[in-house]
């Protein structure tokens, strides 16, 4: 079995530790909000939040847009348990389904704005994924991708092997009791796409205005914003 394909069970697992260890993540949230703004979406909006995990992604959507009509995705049925407990998301939609094909779960529709976060790298058919994001936007709508992307820079990934292997893999041992998800976390980050190449995935799929925004503190050139829209 492909490793991507184990990952919604390993969440399930960790999937009551897992805002506690975002807790501990300096910038996580904030982080999560400054890509939810960046997409510069119109009051009402219509919004799907895919990978939205246990609810974080959705709650900073929540805060950017607060009369947006949200719909949250995961392939992970325990960190949307998780996520239907919040109550300040009590108004989400949250379905359970695969982000290689989310209209084929019930995302069907034309939303105004995708935000996908820690999600295109964990999926086996990223240009595929893409182009049927593509197909859910309106014409003009906007694609944002969370994501890490250290390839092509030293620093950025001594940086994130120092983080993973002295930090993030130990907190997950002591309070997921596992660190099969963390390990694989940093080996994908590794191996995932430069900035260029995924802002060439996205072009390829058909995008346009693609542009990559960087976050602050020890997450600079580690974790970007990367967004494009769908031709008018």
Request: hydrophobic share 40%; net charge neutral.
């Amino acid at each position: 079995m492909n490793e991507k394909q184990t990952v919604p069970k390993e969440f399930d697992r960790v999937s009551r530790s897992y805002d506690l260890l975002s807790a501990l993540n300096p910038g996580y949230s904030e982080h999560l909000e400054r890509s939810a703004r960046r997409m510069e979406l119109a009051p009402g909006a219509k919004i799907l939040d895919l990978c939205c995990g246990t609810g974080l992604s959705t709650a900073a959507l929540r805060r950017a847009y607060p009369d947006a009509t949200i719909t949250g995705m995961d392939a992970s049925e325990g960190m949307l348990e998780s996520a239907r407990e919040k109550s300040d998301l009590s108004d989400v939609e949250w379905l359970l389904g695969d982000a290689m094909d989310p209209g084929a779960f019930g995302a069907a529709g034309r939303y105004d704005g995708i935000l996908m976060a820690y999600g295109i790298r964990n999926v086996p058919e990223p240009d595929l994924c893409l182009e049927r994001l593509r197909g859910l936007l309106v014409d003009g709508g906007t694609l944002c991708l969370h994501e890490y992307s250290v390839r092509g820079s030293l620093w950025s990934r001594m940086v994130w092997n120092v983080v993973t292997l002295g930090i993030v893999i130990p907190l997950g041992l002591i309070f997921a009791r596992t660190t099969k998800i963390f390990r694989y976390l940093r080996r994908s980050v590794l191996a995932f796409d430069s900035v260029d190449a995924l802002e060439a995935r996205l072009r390829k799929a058909g995008f346009t205005d693609v542009r990559t925004e960087p976050m602050g503190g020890w997450q600079r050139g580690i974790v970007h914003s990367f967004l494009a829209s769908k031709p008018s």
